[in-house]
């Protein structure tokens, strides 16, 4: 079976400070993970995935996560946080790169503060 | 290009009552899913259509649930007799063949 544990429902940094999401999986089988984020009134949008190819996975607006398998752990990083990242982030695992059920963390919040 | 969409946007009911909710897939997507996130906790699978048959259904939660995809397109997802626990935000999502999943912004559900 698989599972994602996201630690922290909240996260708050400042403008300008280093963005850490932390992300861990468990899964039988090599998975795929991804990191959705969810902006205010808005649907879920991918950030970035892991499909195997390289384990340092860069994504959209700045945002990367490294895929390290001894410590079952796929964290959402971004050196300086800007304003308009403040939105719930969700880590996800999956069988497939794509197109099969997707199982999520619980989320986490991440406000900016100025 | 259109991406997914999903209506209403937001449904408040009372218990016992039915509540049908839509999505219009991205235009081409033969894959469709239902999700749901309930109090806040993870967004949990529902279920899976290819085209229009079921591929997987393993998520949803009870036979008060009815989902069907009518020739292959849109989708609804009916609940009745709708409880309390059903409240939540209900997202749909689209893909293609071994393609990303997109998703909509998704119905909020509150059950009164």
């Known amino acids: 079976a698989q599972s994602v544990t996201q630690l922290g429902s909240h996260v708050s940094v400042s403008e300008g400070a280093l963005v850490l999401l932390r992300c861990n999986y468990s899964?039988?089988?090599?998975?795929?993970l991804f990191w959705y984020v969810q902006y205010p009134n808005q649907g879920l949008q991918l950030l970035l995935k892991?499909?195997?190819?390289?384990?340092l996975v860069k994504g959209i607006n700045g945002f990367e996560a490294e895929f390290k398998k001894s410590e079952t752990s796929f964290h959402l990083t971004k050196p300086s946080a800007h304003m308009s990242d403040a939105a719930e982030y969700f880590c996800?695992?999956?069988?497939?790169?794509?197109?099969?059920?997707?199982?999520f963390g619980s989320g986490t919040r991440l406000s900016i503060r100025p | 290009e259109a991406g997914v969409t999903q209506f209403p946007s937001h449904s408040v009911i009372e218990k016992g009552q039915t509540v049908t909710l839509r999505c219009d897939p991205i235009?081409?997507?033969?894959?469709l899913y239902w999700y749901r996130r309930v109090m806040g906790k993870e967004i949990k699978f529902l279920l899976h259509?290819?085209?229009?048959?079921?591929?997987?259904e393993s998520g949803m939660p009870n036979n008060r649930f009815l989902a069907e995809r009518t020739g292959g397109t849109y989708s609804t997802l009916k609940v009745q007799p709708a409880e309390l626990e059903d409240s939540g935000v209900y997202f749909c999502?689209?893909?293609?063949?071994?393609?990303?999943?997109?998703f909509g912004q998704g119905t909020r559900l509150t059950v009164v």
């Open positions: 235009s081409g997507h033969d894959n």
């Open positions: 899964s039988s089988v090599p998975p795929y």
């Open positions: 996800a695992v999956s069988l497939y790169s794509s197109a099969s059920k997707i199982i």
């Open positions: 892991y499909t195997s190819a390289a384990t």
């Open positions: 259509f290819v085209k229009e048959s079921k591929q997987d």
């Open positions: 999502a689209s893909s293609q063949a071994r393609g990303e999943a997109f």
